[in-house]
């Protein structure tokens, strides 16, 4: 059995996608014959670069959904060679578009290939062609889809997973901060998500952090900018004049980001997954979220949940926890748990690798 993961966006996009497509090639690497193939980067053992017109360089000519698009479709073009040369037996992706391409691909050619679908954008089940399996990502994916009418046999409930000491490292929280450029003995508050304001709502949190009216607060930003995000740095700097940055850091720099903070902020009221959370709850940072069936499935007892919505609850959540270093301490604890004990590949490699064998066989 070969497997390939295909992920478009990987080594020029920073999003939880590229995340888990590289830390699932990680896992399985030495584990099953598994080839990873990407739309940029260096090409190393089982990598391949597939040529496709990247979406940085579409948005030159038209906007950035459509720039998207047809990253996903040239990728599928170029991959579709790829698969059956390098004989695929399952190929598992996340974006939508991209797995429609391969099914009409596939289905032209009468392929026998197997499509996996990972489902953490997450995709309406409206959506689910025929011809794929799907990976729900949450229980509340696999609800949705199973009301919809989804065959049970088609689908499969299995999180993400991560390498949890990977985002650690050895080096204390001051060092840390003196290399990224952070004042050291400020009380530091860290969103890692896309800059942008109607999914993660950049601009609720910049607002809460400025209400809380300590001064001793700064605010990271760190994630991918959109099209938001200038006017998000007009309302930082007005609201929070010298005690904010805004970043965007390559992959390999997030565990240092992780070591210099002393609150995670996700202040987003949905997602797919949330592939960061779990980042942040193995690299032992508190973790405040929205109050979500979906955020309480995936985190138990290692976030504190608020109403997101609601003008002063992040700010006063924020003024308790700078004065309360008990609670941030259990609530580090409970974090690297939660992960270690639900998330960790030495407990999810066994149910990846059973669900490859059961696609391959139907």
Known sequence: MRVAIACCGLEHVRRGFESAARELFNALSG??????????????????????????FLMRFMNPQRA??????????????????????????????????????LRWTRSPIKLLLWNGGPLSPQHFKRDLFIQQVSQEGLDLALEYGIEPARMHLIPYGLAPETLVIDAPR?????????PEDAFLVLSLAALNK??????????????????????????????????????????????????????????????????????????????VLLEA????????CADKPHFRWVLGDAALYID???????S?????????????????????????????WKVLLPQYLEMYEVVCKS
């Open 31 to 56: 584990q099953v014959d598994v080839i990873l193939f990407k739309g940029s980067g260096p090409r190393k053992t089982n990598e391949i670069v597939v040529p496709c017109l990247r979406r940085d």
């Open 68 to 105: 998207f698009y047809w990253e996903q479709i040239t990728f599928a073009i170029g991959l579709l060679p790829y698969l059956f040369f390098k004989k695929i037996d399952v190929v598992h992706f996340s974006e939508g578009n991209l797995g429609n391409a391969l099914t009409r691909f």
């Open 174 to 182: 001051e060092a840390a901060r003196r290399r990224l450029g952070f």
């Open 198 to 275: 109607e999914h993660k709502r950049l601009d609720y949190l910049i607002q809460e952090v400025a209400e809380a009216g300590d001064k001793s607060l700064f605010l990271c930003m760190a994630g991918e900018p959109s099209n938001e995000t200038e006017e998000l740095k007009e309302l930082a700097q007005t609201l929070l004049p010298g005690r904010h940055r805004f970043m965007t850091v390559p992959r390999e720099r997030v565990p240092e980001l992780l070591a210099s903070a002393d609150l995670f902020v996700h202040a987003a009221l949905a997602e797919g997954f949330g592939m």
């Open 281 to 288: 709850c193995a690299a032992g940072v508190p973790l405040v």
């Open 308 to 314: 997101m919505t609601a003008a002063g609850a992040l």
């Open 316 to 344: 006063s959540t924020i003024r308790r926890l700078a004065n309360d270093q008990e609670l941030l301490a259990r609530q580090s604890k409970l974090g690297v748990a939660r992960v270690d004990g639900y998330f960790s």
